[in-house]
């Protein structure tokens, strides 16, 4: 059984930088997309980044200040988050879709306030 255990979020001042990880255990043996989604309160949940087949989409208000990568030796995934602004407070979740299974982190909250 796959699942996607997030961690990395906190409060930050705005211009700050957090880094999330997502680490990923399970059997895994064909990866269509993995990345992050975020969902603020009283908000559908909105893609941040997508790699699917090795490229990587980022949400226009992401461009520039996030990044997503990961280790593959340690099967986890990152989004560094650089000059945080209040708008990017959400809860964030990784995604993974296998084949035709999609599988999602518990989320990590992300705080950016002064």
């Known amino acids: 059984q796959v699942q996607l255990v997030e961690s990395g979020g906190g409060l930050v001042q705005p211009g700050g930088s957090l880094r999330l990880s997502c680490a990923v255990s399970?059997?895994?043996?064909?990866?269509?997309?993995m990345g992050w989604y975020r969902q603020a309160p009283g908000k559908q949940r909105e893609l941040v980044a997508l790699?699917?087949?090795?490229?990587?989409n980022y949400a226009d208000s992401v461009k520039g200040r996030f990044t997503v990568s990961r280790d593959n030796a340690k099967n986890t995934m990152y989004l560094q988050m650089n000059s945080l602004k209040p708008e990017d407070a959400a809860v964030y979740y990784c995604y993974l879709n296998v084949g035709s299974q999609h599988y999602w982190g518990q989320g990590t909250q992300v705080t950016v306030s002064s």
């Open positions: 790699e699917i087949s090795g490229s990587t």
């Open positions: 399970g059997s895994i043996f064909s990866i269509n997309a």
